[in-house]
């Protein structure tokens, strides 16, 4: 997901901050020091006061976001699917948990962690204020509106609408007893979509009310933003699915043209690319491997120096490429290129390039396959 800065680790999780964070915390803060705060207390206190309170109530905000998201990722842990990392950003936060789960249980557990750790955050934060509000004003209120936001978190997200908790769970259940995990996903989608309609009816319902019209926007956004996110995760299930059980081995082009380092990158355009059509080529120099190179690569290259640039200048060497191991999972290496915008990654085995991964011709790859299954 775009652009965000790392923290730092919260137990061994990566934590991340993504631009978007800044704005809706700016927004958080200034609603709360600048409306809400000095609505609910008269406006009887100082204006530093208020802002103090804003600003730590946000970070508060964000902590709990934080604790749901690090409650599913530990049930996450427990059932053996690795955390890559946990990113706060606009809508609250996002664990990227590397692995779909394989049984419904697990899903199940993992999916509804989030919310019940919410509202166990909620009914803390009403226990401080129910003691507080006798003889502290400042933690009372403070208390009362993360009681609010957390139980308004643990709602929203089990709404029933995949890839929301609440539609997780769901899926999970008609996967337990239907025993098949896409006919799971197609509903789960179907009622994800079907929420989002309601929301984008709703939205338009309110937008005719001059007092609700606001809200009917909101409504409008949630709709189409549970919309988007229904069908992404849906064509993300499918074509997990279709991978699943392959491996790197499997869906690498095997023996890649070999060309000399010394060759220019005309001479290779020429004599090589034009008769294989080749993406990519293994640079060698006598009997081993010196790197790779790429099609896209000579393409960034400006023609005019194409006769000066040899294929050994232009190439990826050897000990800077990305490799995996030919019995790494396909779809691990999937996720791995996507992390890091590789296009194509090599494939080594017994210390030698035995092949590589075009990202193109994994994904045509996963999509024959489904064509296969239907
Ligand atoms: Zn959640």
Not at 114 to 130: E, V
Not at 157 to 166: A, H, R, T, V, W
Request: one cysteine or more.
């Amino acid at each position: 997901m775009g652009r965000s800065i790392q923290l730092g680790k919260l137990f061994g999780i990566p934590f991340k901050l993504h631009y978007s964070w800044f704005l809706i915390f700016i927004f958080i803060t200034v609603i709360l020091s600048y409306a809400y705060y000095p609505e609910v207390t008269n406006g009887s206190w100082s204006t530093a006061a208020y802002w103090g309170l804003g600003v730590l109530t946000s970070l508060l905000f964000f902590a709990s976001v934080v604790v749901h998201e690090l409650s599913h990722s530990a049930v996450a842990i427990r059932g053996g699917m690795p955390v890559k990392s946990i990113t706060l950003f606009f809508f609250g936060g996002v664990a990227q948990i590397t692995k779909e789960a394989t049984k419904p249980t697990t899903e199940l557990k993992m999916a509804i962690a989030g919310p019940l750790a919410s509202i166990a955050l909620a009914g803390l934060y009403y226990g401080i204020f129910w003691i507080s509000s006798g003889f502290n004003e400042y933690l009372a209120v403070l208390c009362w509106w993360l009681a609010l936001i957390n139980g308004m978190l643990a709602v929203f997200n089990m709404i029933p609408g995949f890839p929301l908790d609440g539609g997780r769970v769901f899926r999970s259940i008609v996967w337990l007893v239907t025993g098949n995990y896409m006919r799971a996903t197609r509903i789960a989608t179907m009622a994800g979509r079907g929420v989002a309609y309601l929301f984008i009816l709703g939205g338009i319902v309110l937008l005719f009310l001059p007092e609700w019209r606001f809200n009917g926007l909101w409504f409008l956004f949630l709709g189409f933003l549970l919309y988007s996110a229904a069908t992404t995760s849906y064509r993300q299930a499918v074509l997990l699915d279709a991978l699943r059980g392959f491996t790197a081995q499997d869906v690498m082009t095997r023996d890649p043209p070999l060309v000399p380092r010394n060759l220019t990158i005309r001479e290779l355009i020429q004599r090589r690319f034009l008769p294989t059509s080749s993406q990519f080529f293994l640079v060698v120099e006598g009997e081993s491997v010196g790197g790779l190179l790429t099609l896209r690569r000579i393409k960034g290259i400006p023609r005019d120096e194409w006769d000066i640039t040899t294929v050994g200048q232009a190439m990826t060497p050897v000990e800077k490429l990305k490799v995996v191991r030919p019995s790494d999972d396909a779809l691990e290496v999937l996720q791995r290129m996507d992390e890091e915008s590789l296009n194509e990654i090599a494939v080594a085995g017994g210390g030698r390039v035995i092949g590589v991964v075009v990202r193109e011709s994994l994904i045509r790859f996963a999509q024959s396959l489904q064509g296969l299954r239907r």
